[in-house]
């Protein structure tokens, strides 16, 4: 399973040119194998970002969300009270944004490699990442 980072999906939707060219390659491989996920809190992320205008899409966001999940088949992971715990208590989990923090415990739960752009993330030597 390969877990996207907001960054990762949004980029995906609205800038592939800021994708990594291992990025790129990573995301075709998980659509053809169909083994894409992300986390709930991506979705809310994205959703906080389209609210606050720093990321503008021309249809309703609620669409937007339904096509992001929709365009690549992802598997949409719930926060399960393991990835809260994980997020929360695990020794190498330093990141300071909680979504983040949860995006990695998901990781973690399910080990999947995490496909993000986010240095802080990458520098987890209990994550498999990708960019």
């Not at 053809?32 to 959703?47: H, K, P, Q, V």
């Not at 020794?91 to 986010?118: E, M, N, W």
Request: proline share 5%; net charge neutral; charged share 25%.
């Amino acid at each position: 399973m390969i877990l996207l980072d907001t960054c990762v999906m949004i980029f995906d939707a609205l800038a592939p040119e800021q994708l990594s060219k291992k990025a790129l390659t990573e995301l075709e491989k998980g659509r053809d194998m169909g083994n894409l996920a992300c986390s709930t809190i991506s979705l809310w992320e994205i959703a906080m970002l389209m609210n606050k205008g720093r990321v503008k899409v021309a249809i309703p966001p609620r669409d937007f969300l339904a096509d992001i999940i929709a365009a690549s088949r992802l598997q949409v992971l719930p926060i399960t009270p393991d990835i809260a715990f994980y997020s929360c208590y695990h020794a190498d989990f330093a990141h300071g944004d909680p979504a983040d923090r949860i995006i990695a415990a998901t990781a973690l739960h399910h080990k999947a490699t995490l496909l993000t752009s986010d240095t802080k993330l990458r520098e987890m030597k209990v994550l498999k990442t990708v960019w």
